[in-house]
Nanobody, 126 residues
Framework: QVQLVESGGGLVQPGGSLRLSCAASGFTSDYYAIGWFRQAPGKEREGVSCISTTDGSTYYADTVKGRFTTRRDNAKNTVYLEMNSLKPEDTAVYYC???????????????????WGQGTRVTVSS
């Protein structure tokens, strides 16, 4: 059974940085994408980024482009979301999710991914 476990959330001041981790297990395929999503209070869930585990291709939403970076460590079955220059509007619960699909470089992660982590809260506030 596929399992995803996020970690690394917390409270950070505006302009600060955080690194989220998504540890994956239980895959029967080497070909899948890991997507990062976030949901702020009262807002719809937003696809932030994704990465394909095969070729490392990525996608970033315009709201985070240039500030967030998604990296993979295939040896550890872990994907990281490195978040820099954080803003109060980045405050949300962040989720990683996966499915046996490529990362869509044009449209980003699909909200219909099959497997989801439990989420980790990020609060950007002074």
């Amino acid at each position: 059974q596929v399992q995803l476990v996020e970690s690394g959330g917390g409270l950070v001041q505006p302009g600060g940085s955080l690194r989220l981790s998504c540890a994956a297990s239980g895959f029967t395929s080497d070909y899948y994408a890991i997507g990062w999503f976030r949901q702020a209070p009262g807002k719809e869930r937003e696809g932030v980024s994704c990465i394909s585990t095969t070729d490392g291709s990525t996608y970033y939403a315009d709201t985070v482009k240039g500030r967030f970076t998604t990296r993979r460590d295939n040896a550890k079955n872990t994907v990281y979301l490195e978040m820099n220059s954080l803003k109060p509007e980045d405050t949300a619960v962040y989720y990683c999710a996966t499915d046996v699909v490529p990362c869509d470089g044009a449209n980003g992660p699909n909200q219909g991914y099959e497997y989801w982590g439990q989420g980790t809260r990020v609060t950007v506030s002074s």
